[in-house]
């Protein structure tokens, strides 16, 4: 079984703090995605990788960055977090270089800003 | 602009009868589509795809229909069960190759299917 894991399910931060969220998948997969999903707004992408220290950006990176130094580990990083930053995140990993390759999610880790 | 769209938030329906989810688009570009679920506190899993060479994909309990001139596509799922009760995701791609690995998804649907 694909196992992807968030490494915290619950966050809480004040405004302008640096906050890490980290995702590990452990079935060797070549991308990973991370999204945030908002209410009435859907899953949206804010980066993904589909190789070790490539980055591509998604639909909404502003305020975001990521880091993938290992194939199983992609962190989402808030480098000043903000009141409009409280959302469900949620980590996503596939094995080809395929778009229609089937995305495992993690569980998500809603995070709330204050 | 919203590329995937499916316009209604919720859907409730009755234990064993059919539950339709709705999923419009607007990039013609598009001949992937997928649907997701996703129950609270999980994140979501893949449910059935449908390529733009087929019209309609079946599994189990779960068909998706697919209309291209109409840019539009549907989920059936017949009987419905109250473990059904999820939000629905639709989403789209491009099976184009080269490096845009990404899913458009639409903002979801809620499923209530009562006892």
């Known amino acids: 079984d694909v196992k992807v894991t968030q490494s915290s399910r619950y966050l809480v931060k004040r405004t302008g703090e640096k906050v890490f969220l980290e995702c590990v998948q452990d079935m060797d997969h070549e991308n990973m995605f991370w999204y945030r999903q908002d209410p009435g707004l859907g899953l949206r992408l804010i980066y993904f990788s589909y190789d070790v220290k490539m980055k591509e950006k998604g639909d909404i990176p502003e305020g975001y960055s990521v880091s993938r130094e290992k194939k199983e580990r992609f962190s989402l990083i808030l480098e000043s977090a903000s009141t409009n930053q409280t959302s469900m995140y949620l980590c996503a990993s596939s094995f080809l270089r395929e778009s229609t390759d089937t995305q495992y999610f993690g569980p998500g880790t809603r995070l709330t800003v204050l | 602009d919203q590329q995937v769209k499916q316009n209604s938030p919720s859907l409730s329906v009755q234990e064993g009868r059919i539950s339709i989810l709705n999923c419009d688009y607007t990039n013609s570009m598009f001949d992937y589509f997928l649907w997701y679920k996703k129950y609270p506190a999980e994140g979501p899993t893949f449910l059935i795809s449908?390529?733009?060479?087929?019209d309609k994909n079946e599994d189990g309990r779960f068909t998706v229909f697919l209309n291209k001139s109409a840019k539009h596509l549907s989920l059936h799922i017949v009987p419905s069960q109250p473990g059904d009760s999820a939000v629905y995701f639709c989403a789209a791609t491009t099976n184009s190759g080269g490096s845009n690995y990404k899913l458009t998804f639409g903002k979801g649907t809620l499923l209530t299917v009562n006892p």
């Open positions: 449908i390529s733009s060479i087929k």
